[in-house]
């Protein structure tokens, strides 16, 4: 895992036996200060996720879509998902790492929900 850098990837979820369910996912990396601030801010749509690190919660103050919210813990396991509309404010988790952020109802297809854990896997 370690620290990552602003750039592209896949996101890959894998079951409780380690099966890999569906595609991997395109993945955006906002690693940096800059780039976890902007985040999915002023987009009309996302091909894939976000992944926003460090990050334990996030707002949707600007935001013309409305998102899904992955909490995940510093082993990459879904703590909790939540959607959010535009003009909210999440909660902080406590034991969340990182952030992940989809369109709204992506996060249901890939099989995206508590307990299970993430492969980030990143571009050269």
């Keep these: ?21 569906g ?34 919660g996030v707002h949707t103050f600007g935001m013309r879509i409305p998102i899904d919210v992955a909490y995940l813990d510093r082993h990459l396991t879904v703590l909790a998902v939540r959607t959010m509309p535009p003009g909210r404010l999440g909660l902080p988790r406590l034991r969340a790492r990182h952030v992940l952020e989809a369109e ?8 995206l929900s508590a307990g299970v854990r993430v492969v980030v896997e990143v571009d050269g």
Excluded at 104 to 111: E, F, I, L, N, Y
């Design 1 to 21: 895992m370690g620290r990552w850098r602003d750039g592209r990837g896949r996101l890959i979820v894998r079951t409780d036996s380690g099966a890999v369910l």
């Design 23 to 56: 595609a991997p996912v395109p993945l955006e990396i906002s690693a940096s200060y800059r780039a976890r601030t902007k985040g999915l801010l002023g987009r009309d749509s996302l091909d894939g996720a976000m992944l926003l690190s460090p990050a334990s």
């Design 104 to 111: 709204a109802g992506a996060m249901t297809k890939w099989g």
